[in-house]
């Protein structure tokens, strides 16, 4: 019933940059939670970034100072501006929603991904 789709990928040299976006819909009580992830091939795939309804982010240590989690409540949509791009960080990205209910209960939403190429 809740749909995640994310947007923005492609191929960009290294240096360069990309500006991911992941758009809820469907019906939404409380967002709590979204995350992007990555997974390379013969990767597992890895919390990059995330932000909480509350605001608070938290990103993984090989994207500090070059990756960048936000959000726009109003849109249900969550952004992740990648600047300085390195090879190592090509990977098919997932946006991950985690909804809250009336009852408590947590659902978790995974989009179908975005390749995101960093190569010469």
């Known amino acids: 019933q809740v749909q995640v789709v994310e947007s923005g990928g492609g191929l960009v040299q290294p240096g360069g940059s990309l500006r991911l976006s992941c758009a809820a819909s469907?019906?939404?009580?409380?967002?709590?939670?979204m995350g992007w992830y990555r997974q390379a091939p013969g990767k597992e795939r890895e919390l990059v970034a995330s932000?909480?309804?509350?605001?608070?982010?938290n990103y993984e240590d090989s994207v500090k100072g070059r990756f960048t989690i936000s959000r726009d409540s109003a849109k249900n949509t969550v952004y992740l501006q990648m600047n300085s791009l390195k090879p190592e960080d090509t990977a098919v990205y997932y946006c991950n929603v985690v909804i809250g209910t009336m009852t408590r209960r947590e659902n978790k939403y995974w989009g179908q991904g975005t390749q995101v190429t960093v190569s010469s």
């Open positions: 932000i909480t309804s509350g605001g608070s982010t």
């Open positions: 469907g019906s939404i009580f409380r967002i709590n939670f």
